[in-house]
T-cell receptor, first 114, second 115 residues
Framework: NAGVTQTPKFRVLKTGQSMTLLCAQD?????MYWYRQDPGMGLRLIHY???????AKGEVPDGYNVSRLKKQNFLLGLESAAPSQTSVYFC?????????????FGSGTQLSVL | AQSVTQLDSQVPVFEEAPVELRCNYS??????LFWYVQYPNQGLQLLLK??????LVKGINGFEAEFNKSQTSFHLRKPSVHISDTAEYFC?????????????FGTGTSLTVIP
């Protein structure tokens, strides 16, 4: 079972460049999330989606955009990368209201912006 | 406002000793609480969760946590730790918003088990 797959796993960008991180899940989950993890700050929610075609802002949405055109995919975009966006990015998905409710995480994307 | 607070950023403990990792949350509505573990260079894995029912929740690897509504706490405990428990531990809360459900994480507690 693939679960939640993130691509790429590593990326180095120059300031001002753009890129898209792809998250794919094969569990038919309604909810998908993008988090960033920084030392001493835990995981902070960037954007999330409660279903195909819908997205909402999390705690730290500035500088990022997202799209959920298909239920299984959740894309995170950086239009003009900044050094402050150097971080490890995690995608997660979940279904809600089920006894086995939990977040399923991808393995992460390490992004460095120079 | 911080939804989840983990007061201890680092907790060193000797092997086979007990450990408690503290978590407090702030919410005026029903919450659903989780503990996740992250081993070095890996993603997060669920340790245990509280959705409803018994306030004492048992998880994997011998961990347990107790939901205390009056103290708004969900502390994680293990009676005897192993070297393999060395990892980062995150407390999380799921809150229901009018825009959907959101999971908020604490800043993490780094547990180091000393031989």
């Amino acid at each position: 079972n693939a679960g939640v797959t993130q691509t790429p796993k590593f990326r180095v960008l120059k300031t001002g460049q753009s890129m898209t991180l792809l998250c794919a899940q094969d569990m038919n989950h309604e909810y998908m999330y993008w988090y960033r993890q920084d030392p001493g700050m835990g995981l902070r929610l960037i954007h999330y989606s409660v279903g195909e075609g819908t997205t909402a802002k999390g705690e730290v949405p500035d500088g990022y955009n997202v799209s959920r055109l298909k239920k299984q995919n959740f894309l995170l975009g950086l239009e003009s990368a900044a050094p402050s966006q150097t971080s490890v990015y995690f995608c997660a998905s979940s279904y809600v209201g089920h006894p086995n409710e939990k977040l399923f995480f991808g393995s992460g994307t390490q992004l460095s912006v120079l | 406002a911080q939804s989840v607070t983990q007061l201890d950023s680092q907790v060193p403990v000797f092997e086979e000793a007990p450990v408690e990792l503290r978590c407090n949350y702030s919410s005026s509505v029903s919450v659903y609480l989780f503990w996740y573990v992250q081993y070095p260079n890996q993603g997060l894995q669920l340790l245990l969760k509280y959705l409803s029912g018994s306030t004492l929740v048992k998880g994997i690897n011998g961990f347990e946590a107790e939901f205390n509504k009056s103290q708004t706490s969900f502390h994680l405990r293990k009676p005897s730790v192993h070297i393999s428990d060395t990892a980062e531990y995150f407390c999380a809360v799921r809150m229901v918003r009018n825009t959907g459900n959101q999971f908020y994480f604490g800043t993490g507690t780094s547990l180091t088990v000393i031989p």
